[in-house]
């Protein structure tokens, strides 16, 4: 019996050329809060009951609870910080004020539930973080406190929000 | 006498001399690399969740195959050494685009991944090679993924 193999091709390396790809991940930090993208989201509160009746739920313009996502890539280990900015009040434009200490939020996930301060530097989240990826993922509810009384009318305000590590 | 042996030796060495003068011209020109480091950056503050690789600048390469002698050529990547590269970047989240007769594809550790192939027809074939990577990084730097490209030619 004769067996027959097919011949195999040899085949032969005839140039090298070396190179390199270079991966550069530079330390950043991403902070979302509401609605992605430039927009801001409102939260409203429609207060009928009188000061002491309970505190007031509010609605937003985008998600609620508010989402608060948080992204990073850490250069080194230290302390992540959520900071709130909440020291203007909120104005009716006729020379009223109400406090952001009048309002509340309950927290969810990575997010403690607390009261506004009023100061520029509040802490609202804390928390040591690892070098490298870091993820935050929460949400708030706001609540109107109602506990003053303050004069009729439509105020608004706004806080602003820093996160900020290593 | 020692004239006519010095002679007779330098025309028995022309042949080798010259076959060594055409493979020294074919090797230079069988394939050709314009450029040697290709940098990825991530497109950070697009949003959260998404890659964290962007495109780059490209690797254009150039194979003459009036210089190669065979069948069918077959071009390769490797990492360099098949070290098997550096374990904060691995290899296969990187990938490639590129035309025909070249090939896309994805880096693998510690192995060859084909490129491209073709027929040795007297062609020059040509394409820029764009990279990509795609994948959770796990720290901030800048990793250096040593590779290669390796011309095969097939009998």
């Known amino acids: ?166 | 006498m020692r004239t006519s042996r010095r002679r007779r030796l330098g025309l028995l060495l022309l042949p080798f001399l010259v076959l060594a003068l055409g493979f020294s011209k074919e090797s230079a020109l069988q394939l050709s690399v314009d450029t040697i480091e290709v940098n990825l950056q991530p497109e950070v503050a697009s949003r959260v969740g998404a890659p964290w690789m962007a495109s780059s600048n490209y690797v254009s390469v150039r194979i003459d195959t009036r210089s190669l002698r065979g069948r069918a050529w077959r071009l390769w990547i490797a990492p360099r050494g098949l070290s098997g590269g550096n374990p904060t970047v691995p290899p296969q989240v990187i990938r490639w685009e590129v035309r025909t007769p070249f090939v896309n594809g994805t880096l693998l550790p510690q192995q060859r991944v084909l490129a491209g192939q073709g027929a040795v027809d007297g062609q020059v074939v040509q394409d820029n090679f764009i990279f990509f990577a795609r994948g959770e990084a796990t720290g901030a730097g800048i990793f250096t993924l040593p590779l290669e490209f390796i011309l095969e030619v097939v009998q």
Do not use: C
């Not at chain 1, 005839?14 to 790809?21: D, H």
């Not at chain 1, 270079?22 to 409102?42: F, N, S």
């Open chain 1, 1 to 166: 019996m004769l067996i027959v193999w097919p011949a195999l091709a040899p085949a032969q390396d005839v140039a090298i050329r070396p190179f390199n790809v270079v991966v550069k991940v530079h330390p950043y930090l991403y902070l979302e809060i509401g609605t992605p993208g430039a927009i801001v989201d409102q939260i409203s509160f429609r207060v009928a009951g009188l000061p002491g009746t309970g505190p007031v739920r509010g609605e937003s313009t985008g998600k609620y609870p508010v989402p608060v996502v948080g992204d990073g890539m850490l250069a080194a280990a230290g302390t992540v910080n959520l900071i709130a900015d909440g020291s203007q009040p909120l104005t009716d434009g006729m020379g009223h004020q109400i406090p952001f200490s009048q309002i509340s939020w309950q927290g969810s996930g990575d997010v403690p539930s607390g009261q506004y301060s009023g100061s520029p530097q509040q802490i609202i989240l804390q928390r040591s973080a690892h070098k490298g990826r870091m993820k935050l993922n929460g949400a708030m509810a706001f609540f109107y406190n109602n506990t003053q009384f303050f004069p009729a009318g439509i105020y608004s305000g706004r806080v602003i929000y820093t996160l900020s590590a290593p």
